[in-house]
C-alpha cells in the first residue's frame, strides 16, 4: 500500500542533503520525512549510508529511484507527513514529473555546471540543457519556479532569471 504524503517542498540541490536542509527547510516546513529520489545514490550503499548519518533519526529518510519514488508514494495536499522531496539535477526532476509526480511550485537551491550558460543567483548555474528543460517545464505544467537557497532569502522567479537568456536565443 502506498504512502500518503503531504509535499512541503521540491527542491533541486545537487548536495541533496546538507546543513541548509536540515537547518532552516526542516524546521521552516515542519518536516518530518526527507525523500531522496536519485538514480545513483539509491544505488549506492556508501552514499546513502553518508547521508543517513546526517538526517536525525526523529526525521523519517527515504531513498528511492525517482520511478520507485514516484510509484510507491500519494501525494495529497494537507494528507500524511509533511515531507520534502530532493532531486540533485533538473533532468531528474522533470523524469519525475512526467513519470506523474506533479507539484505546482519548485525550489532550486543550488546547482553548478562547468559548462553554464547563465549564472542565475550565486548558488544557480545553469547550462543550456538545463535551461530547456525548466523552459519545458514552466511551459507545458504551470509548475512555479524558485530561486532560493534558504526560507529566509528572497526568492527569484526563474522567468525572470533567464529574461535575458531568452531575448539572446532567440
Request: with cysteine.
Amino acid at each position: 500500500m502506498a504512502q500518503n504524503l503531504n509535499i512541503e517542498l521540491v527542491r533541486v540541490d545537487n548536495r541533496l542533503v546538507h546543513g541548509q536542509i536540515l537547518e532552516s527547510w526542516v524546521p521552516h516546513v515542519k518536516a518530518q520525512c526527507i525523500i531522496v529520489a536519485d538514480d545513483a545514490i539509491a544505488g549506492d550503499v556508501f552514499n546513502k549510508t553518508v547521508i543517513r548519518m546526517a538526517v536525525p533519526s526523529e526525521i523519517e529518510l527515504i531513498i528511492n529511484t525517482i520511478e520507485d519514488f514516484v510509484h510507491n508514494f500519494v501525494f495529497e495536499r494537507n494528507s500524511g507527513k509533511n515531507t520534502i522531496v530532493l532531486f540533485s539535477s533538473i533532468k531528474d526532476v522533470c523524469k519525475a514529473f512526467a513519470l506523474g509526480f506533479h507539484f505546482d511550485k519548485l525550489n532550486i537551491g543550488n546547482i553548478h555546471h562547468e559548462n553554464f550558460k547563465v549564472c542565475c543567483s550565486p548558488s544557480v548555474f545553469l547550462c543550456d540543457t538545463e535551461i530547456d528543460d525548466i523552459l519545458k517545464l514552466l511551459e507545458n505544467s504551470g509548475v512555479a519556479v524558485e530561486l532560493k537557497r534558504v526560507p529566509q532569502e528572497k526568492a527569484v522567479n526563474i522567468k525572470e532569471a533567464l529574461k535575458n537568456y531568452c531575448k539572446n536565443s532567440t
